[in-house]
T-cell receptor, first 116, second 112 residues
Framework: AQKVTQAQTEISVVEKEDVTLDCVYE???????LFWYKQPPSGELVFLIR??????QNEISGRYSWNFQKSTSSFNFTITASQVVDSAVYFC?????????????FGGGTRLMVKP | AAGVIQSPRHLIKEKRETATLKCYPI?????VYWYQQGPGQDPQFLIS???????DKGSIPDRFSAQQFSDYHSELNMSSLELGDSALYFC???????????FGEGSRLTVL
């Protein structure tokens, strides 16, 4: 069975600080996809990134970066120079099936509060 | 670009009533997923459809049913509503062979 754990339920930082959100997953499949979604106070789920299990290259997108470590089953998300608008709940998710299915299992979420 | 459309965005019902949520996927997406997110919880998978057939089933109560129509829109029907059904219901769509789910803005159901 697949499982996603986000051990940090809540993180509070001051604007301009860097912050890393942890995500650890469990799966028996060799092919799987990992996701990060942002859920701002308005409630919608905003897609941030999808990474397949065969691509361990780290990715950077503006102030966002992701560190995929298959050896530790982790897919951590770092926000550099955080801003108040980054305040949201962030979900890490796992999908075990490529293409067909795509059923996501979500972690419990990490609430990030960025204070001015 | 067109996104996943959900309606209504907000719905208030009384216990034991019935509610129907609608989802219009992104054009040319053939797969629809329904998720339920209770207060302070992570989204939980309910059910999915591919090409109008149920493809997967999660923790969906027997009081709930869903279907995908010929135009690929989907409806989630909830009967005998309970207080615990109060949640944000998300619909997501994708193309069967793709890997990225696009979520709608959610329908917030409040059961009084």
């Amino acid at each position: 069975a697949q499982k996603v754990t986000q051990a940090q339920t809540e993180i509070s930082v001051v604007e301009k600080e860097d912050v890393t959100l942890d995500c650890v997953y469990e799966t028996r499949d060799t092919t799987y996809y990992l996701f990060w979604y942002k859920q701002p106070p308005s409630g919608e789920l905003v897609f941030l990134i999808r990474r397949n299990s065969f691509d361990e290259q780290n990715e950077i997108s503006g102030r966002y970066s992701w560190n995929f470590q298959k050896s530790t089953s982790s897919f951590n998300f770092t926000i550099t120079a955080s801003q108040v608008v980054d305040s949201a709940v962030y979900f890490c998710a796992l999908s075990e099936e490529q293409g067909a299915g795509n059923m996501l299992t979500f972690g419990g979420g990490t609430r990030l509060m960025v204070k001015p | 670009a067109a996104g996943v459309i959900q309606s209504p965005r907000h719905l208030i019902k009384e216990k034991r009533e019935t509610a129907t949520l609608k989802c219009y996927p992104i054009p040319r997406h053939d797969t629809v997923y329904w998720y339920q997110q209770g207060p302070g919880q992570d989204p939980q998978f309910l059910i999915s459809f591919y090409e109008k057939m149920q493809s997967d089933k999660g923790s969906i109560p027997d009081r709930f049913s869903a279907q995908q129509f010929s135009d690929y829109h989907s409806e989630l029907n909830m009967s005998s509503l309970e207080l615990g059904d109060s949640a944000l219901y998300f619909c997501a769509s994708t193309r069967w062979e793709a890997g990225e789910l696009f979520f709608g803005e959610g329908s917030r159901l409040t059961v009084l």
